[in-house]
């Protein structure tokens, strides 16, 4: 299958971009670049060709010839989409119809858009399922539930779309990240051997390896058409519904001499558990194949392979807002996330 994969120089998209080329794709990638300097390691896993580019910019010409879209291409998190709440509804929810209203007239049969969890917002303690109402508290969540709204309703006998609301990611990438719970507390972890909690750690997120990520996406390509068609799945497992606070248990028991302390309790009222009883029973042939202890056993084994220092933990590069703020105020991107000159 020929696949146009956006965001393919991302935390995620570097490394499902080789799952998608060892599955036997053929891969080309899009990414507008703003965070190609944030590269923690060399990796031997294949990587796609990728161009430069803005999904808002695509033309249909971009699309011709494609079987299947992937699209990872948008504002990464709460935090950004914060930033500025309206641009956050330009780029994650219009630009991202506008793709698939083009994908679907360029004859592109499968559009695969990653959505997230974070749509179920203060669930609480009951694992929500995709037949719940979502509940988002940010602009970038809500963008995910438009997204879920408008290109579903492009399904048709030729365009299947199918929605992966991926659990809470972690893992470690070439373009890692430090914004992101189990990723930043392994660092802690490892850098100080002491893990200050700022908050008690009571609520409830469900947890996924990027591969494990990379792999629902192969599988959705390689399902049959009915299995996917118009489909939303949350992508995790019920075993990795896991409170804060044993996330930080977990990098603490790993990490020989760390020592741990938890604050008070959080403002953050995010708080949610996820089923993923209709993945399992809809793609049977995908399984999550790590969970959070493998994850951070395998960034502490990248930590020593490559003399992690605090320079690294510390560096925008490694987290979206930073590094998004720090493009802003050095002028080389302006108010609408566009480069000021050409990206390298």
Known sequence: ???????????????????????????????????RSGWLYHSPEPRPSVTTGDTRDITPDDLHGYDAVVHLGELSNDPVGELNRDLTYQINHRATVRLATLAKAAGV?????????????????????????????????????????????????????????????????????FDLVVNDLAATGYLYKEIRMTSDGSPWRPFVHILDIAGAVAGVLTASRDAVHGQIFNVGSDEQNYQVRTIAETVADVIPGCSLTF???????????????????????????WDVRRGVEELVRTFEAISFGEVDYRSPRYSRVLQVKHLLSTGQIDDDLRWTYPAD
């Open 263 to 289: 604050g008070e309790p959080s403002p953050d009222r995010r708080n949610y558990r996820a089923s993923f009883e209709k993945i399992r029973a809809l793609l049977p042939n995908f399984s999550c194949q």
């Open 1 to 35: 299958m020929r696949v146009l994969m956006t965001g393919a120089d991302g935390y995620i998209g570097t490394r499902m971009g080789g799952v998608l080329i060892d599955a036997g794709h053929d891969v080309t990638g899009l990414d507008t670049g703003f965070h």
């Open 109 to 177: 049969q499968r559009f695969v858009h990653m959505s997230s969890c974070s749509v179920y917002g203060a669930s609480g303690d009951r694992p929500s399922s995709e037949l719940d109402t979502p509940a988002p508290l940010t602009a970038y969540a809500e963008s995910k539930v438009l997204v879920e709204r408008d290109v579903g309703s492009l399904a048709d006998d030729d365009f299947s779309p199918t929605f992966l609301r991926n659990a809470t990611a972690f893992g470690a990438s070439p373009r890692q990240r």
